[in-house]
């Protein structure tokens, strides 16, 4: 497709359980970033990786929060033993990032909504 | 009408009335800025950017003014649409050392009133 798409496009889950939530980047795009968006909020970083260096977790709220980029293009995010606070909207986005040469427009996914009984 | 970030999160204006949404940035070394339409349900969209050499651009009925000084930004909607009713964010960014993320303000509910 030529957007970025995340899936499940909802997901509930029980508290303590573990969720992952997909994204899949525009292709060609080498930057890949996830935030996160509480109802009525602001897009909170997260995670933002970049080709094939170390990603920047300095967003990620706990270590019960991981992030995986495989191959430069598919990311998973993970929740472990998730709780009701991480009931959020989370966002991948992507961009081609040439920094200040331009391009560090990102383009959103429509999100995943976790909810956490 | 007009809306200042943080402190008026709301605004509402007559259709075909203009639009300004105001948002103060953060970081007075950022160097690039985007605006972005939410629709409800949706991923932010892109609206439109501008650099930090810049104090105006301007899109199809829309413009962004940037003043350096104050570290504030604004999007100008011209002839406001009942599609245009969303959450407007706007999001600054640095291009020095290793940060690529934007950072976001909280955005503003704009309503197109009939």
């Known amino acids: 497709g030529a957007g970025v798409s995340q899936s499940p496009s909802n997901k509930v889950t029980e508290k303590g359980k573990d969720v992952e939530l997909r994204c899949d980047p525009i292709s060609g795009h080498t930057a890949l970033y996830w935030y996160r968006q509480s109802l009525g909020q602001g897009l909170e970083f997260l995670i933002y990786?970049?080709?094939?260096?170390?990603?920047?977790k300095s967003g990620l709220p706990s270590d019960r929060f991981s992030a995986e980029r495989t191959g430069g293009s598919v990311s998973t995010l993970t929740i472990q033993r998730t709780q009701q606070e991480d009931s959020a909207v989370y966002l991948c986005?992507?961009?081609?990032?040439?920094?200040?040469?331009?391009?560090?427009?990102?383009?959103f996914g429509p999100g995943t909504r976790l909810t956490v009984l | 009408g007009e809306s200042v970030g943080l402190h008026l999160p709301t605004l509402s204006v007559q259709e075909g009335d203009n639009s300004i949404i105001n948002c103060a940035y953060s970081?007075?070394?950022?160097?690039?800025f985007i605006w972005y339409k939410q629709e409800s349900g949706k991923g932010p969209q892109f609206i439109i950017d501008?650099?930090?050499?810049?104090d105006k651009r301007q899109g199809q009925r829309v413009t962004v003014l940037l003043n350096k000084t104050v570290k504030h930004l604004s999007l100008q909607i011209a002839a406001t649409q009942p599609g245009d009713s969303a959450v407007y964010f706007c999001?600054?960014?640095?291009?020095?050392?290793?940060?690529?993320?934007?950072?976001f303000g909280s955005g503003t509910q704009l309503t197109v009133l009939p």
């Open positions: 990786f970049q080709g094939n260096s170390a990603p920047d």
């Open positions: 970081n007075s070394a950022s160097d690039y």
């Open positions: 501008i650099r930090s050499n810049m």
């Open positions: 986005a992507s961009s081609l990032d040439r920094g200040v040469a331009g391009g560090r427009e990102q383009f």
């Open positions: 999001a600054e960014n640095f291009s020095s050392g290793s940060a690529r993320q934007l950072t």
